[in-house]
T-cell receptor, first 113, second 115 residues
Framework: QQQVKQSPQSLIVQKGGIPIINCAYE??????FPWYQQFPGKGPALLIA?????SEKKEGRFTISFNKSAKQFSLHIMDSQPGDSATYFC????????????FGTGTKLQVIP | NAGVTQTPKFRVLKTGQSMTLLCAQD?????MYWYRQDPGMGLRLIHY???????AKGEVPDGYNVSRLKKQNFLLGLESAAPSQTSVYFC??????????????FGPGTRLLVL
């Protein structure tokens, strides 16, 4: 049973555009929501993360928006660049145990010049 | 500081053959994980370890075994490979805390093709 639903599956934007990737979760026990970025042939790497006590977090051109009541969160990439072309995974985890992370299915982003 | 390394990078197996994937980390992390990545399915946890000598099952453990004899190494074994195990396998590690959400550091992956 998939606990984190991610959309869209793929996305093509022009350089300078603002791609938006959306995720929704069901388990209200989740309390940490990281995004991972994966370039072709590489492993995923942490990009940015948010806790549910804030509604927005920015790091450079990357912003997470979080809506706790709707159980949704999204990633926005401002002024997107061809170098941002990668697969993005949202994820969710909860405190305790072995740091189990539930990943979304991924969004393949292509930024064209 | 190499981080997380995986051996081999690519392997082709015939159905029924066995193999072991090796993961090594030099960050002195307590927790280690094995995931498989399949198109449209994201990353799914196979097995994990919370310390040397300990292992536990994840979401999709069937057909795999693991061992963690040394803190820095986590081995994933396929005793009798099946075509359904064709995938990209990622190892990850993290510091190891039950209280603080922490980053998982991933290796570069092993691409496995089972014919």
């Amino acid at each position: 049973q998939q606990q984190v639903k991610q959309s869209p599956q793929s996305l093509i934007v022009q350089k300078g555009g603002i791609p938006i990737i959306n995720c929704a979760y069901e388990n209200t026990a989740f309390d940490y929501f990281p995004w991972y970025q994966q370039f072709p042939g590489k492993g995923p790497a942490l990009l940015i993360a948010i806790r549910p006590d804030v509604s927005e977090k920015k790091e450079g051109r990357f912003t997470i928006s979080f809506n706790k009541s709707a159980k949704q969160f999204s990633l926005h990439i401002m002024d997107s660049q061809p170098g941002d072309s990668a697969t993005y995974f949202c994820a969710a985890s909860m405190e305790g145990g072995y740091q189990k992370v539930t990943f979304g299915t991924g969004t393949k982003l292509q930024v064209i010049p | 500081n190499a981080g997380v390394t995986q051996t081999p990078k690519f392997r082709v197996l015939k159905t029924g053959q066995s193999m072991t994937l090796l993961c090594a980390q030099d960050m002195n992390h307590e927790y280690m994980y094995w995931y498989r990545q399949d198109p449209g399915m994201g990353l799914r946890l196979i097995h994990y370890s919370v310390g040397e000598g300990t292992t536990a099952k994840g979401e999709v453990p069937d057909g795999y075994n693991v061992s963690r004899l040394k803190k820095q190494n986590f081995l994933l074994g396929l005793e009798s490979a099946a075509p359904s195990q064709t995938s990209v396998y990622f190892c990850a590690s993290s510091y190891g805390s039950t209280r603080v959400q922490e980053t998982q550091y991933f290796g570069p992956g092993t691409r496995l093709l089972v014919l």
